[in-house]
């Protein structure tokens, strides 16, 4: 125990000249009767931690954990975006298709843990800006941020270091230099003119910044944020284009090249179309498909019951085949599927306006219109 009548003060600080020998000087100073010790470093000093008795820093924690939530946080939000909230396909995947998920998984997790990392360090953990700090009033500090490293025995709660005690125990260590900062622990060289000047700076910047985009805005309201999308260059469809040596801007599609879903057809005569079999099954749905496309594509000619009373004027010469007669009626599905792809004489070929299995489905709807003429009553369900 000290006499209560020594000499008191908020911090006796001693200073060395190489960081060995604050090392050494911490570990002997380690759980001092004295005062809280505490070092001070111009830079980060290796072992000086375990030197002091620190515990372990919990940041590598912190830091995981935030990790772990970053990710699940981004995978979530780009899962719910994805295939709950607006589900799209691209490019033929799934809505839910996660490996593509995992570039900004692994981002957002990475800006989590950076910024528990950073800002945890800074802020949580060393309380960081400590612009009060007594310290900062001292003279030793200016030597400390140069080339200087401290080691200082502070007042814990209130009742003062005793000078003379502590200055003998940190000579005895080996320090050059020693100084006392007094009680009350002083206050640092007011920093507060300097931040009511920056607060000031900042908030005039966000008025000014303010009113600025406001008056542009009222003075120039048609000014066009990114003209450059507006004045591309583009290519009009059916338009002359200087690129080509042919000079056409339309390409056609290279000798041999099959669009998706249309397969190359080679068979030549109805004969060999004959053992084309149609792949639909014969459903309501297909039905009402075939009566659709066949209402759009063939009833012009073939009337609305397939009886060849076209509703076209003399004007078109030819005579639709009536499709109900015995023959068409016996023919098989390939048959009538050639007609559709090849056409008859008057009757153009209708490949390119229905898809393969369009095709099937008229004629099974076709295969109706032939049966109702010839309705027996097992035919109604
Ligand atoms: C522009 C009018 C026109 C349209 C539209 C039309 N056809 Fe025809 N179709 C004809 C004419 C004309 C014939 C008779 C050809 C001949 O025998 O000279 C014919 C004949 C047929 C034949 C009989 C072929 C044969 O072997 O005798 C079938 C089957 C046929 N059409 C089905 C269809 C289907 C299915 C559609 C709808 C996808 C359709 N047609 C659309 C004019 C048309």
């Not at 709950?84 to 298709?97: L, Q």
């Not at 910024?115 to 500090?141: E, K, V, Y």
């Not at 002359?240 to 005569?269: C, E, N, Q």
């Not at 009833?299 to 499709?323: E, I, Q």
Request: aromatic share 8%; hydrophobic share 45%.
């Amino acid at each position: 125990m000290t006499e209560p009548s020594a000499a008191r003060a908020w911090a006796v600080i001693g200073l060395f000249e190489r960081p060995e020998d604050l090392l050494r000087a911490a570990a002997r100073l380690r759980g001092s009767p004295l005062g809280r010790v505490q070092a001070y470093t111009p830079y980060p000093v290796h072992h000086l931690d375990e030197a002091l008795g620190l515990r372990r820093s919990p940041l590598g924690g912190m830091v995981f954990v935030m990790g772990v939530l970053g990710a699940l946080t981004a995978f979530a939000f780009q899962y719910w975006m994805s295939a709950v909230d607006y589900p799209i396909v691209t490019g033929g995947k799934s809505p839910r298709s996660w490996q593509a998920f995992v570039p900004i998984t692994f981002e957002v997790m990475v800006l989590f843990a950076t910024l528990t990392a950073g800002l945890g360090m800074l802020f949580l953990l060393n309380r960081l800006p400590d612009i009060f700090h007594p310290m900062l009033a001292s003279r030793a500090m200016e030597k400390i941020t140069r080339d200087r490293f401290a080691l200082a025995l502070e007042s814990s709660g209130g009742q003062g270091v005793d000078v003379d005690a502590a200055k003998k125990v940190i000579l005895e260590l080996g320090a050059q230099e020693v100084e006392v900062l007094p009680l009350p622990a002083p206050a640092p060289a007011a920093p507060l003119n300097f931040l009511l000047g920056l607060g000031g700076a900042l908030v005039a910047a966000c008025v000014l910044a303010g009113y600025s985009t406001y008056w542009v805005i009222k003075l120039y309201p048609e000014l066009p944020p990114m003209s450059h999308m507006e004045r591309q260059p583009r290519l009009n469809a059916q338009s002359p284009s200087g690129f080509f040596k042919d000079g056409r801007g339309m390409r056609p599609a290279p000798v041999g090249s099959v669009a998706r879903g249309h397969r190359p057809y080679l068979i030549k005569t109805p004969e060999e179309a004959a053992r084309l079999v149609n792949p639909l099954p014969r459903t309501t749905e297909t039905m009402e498909k075939g009566r659709v496309l066949y209402a759009v594509y063939c009833r012009v000619c073939h009337g609305f019951l397939g009886d060849g009373r076209t509703t076209l004027t003399s004007a078109y010469g030819a005579k639709p085949a009536d499709l109900r007669i015995k023959r068409l009626a016996l023919a098989p599905d390939g048959t009538i599927y050639h007609a559709i792809m090849v056409g008859k004489n008057a009757m153009p070929s209708y490949a390119y306006e229905l898809k393969e299995d369009e095709r099937w489905a008229v004629i099974h709807y076709l295969r109706a219109l032939q049966r109702a003429q010839d309705a027996r009553e097992s035919d109604i369900p």
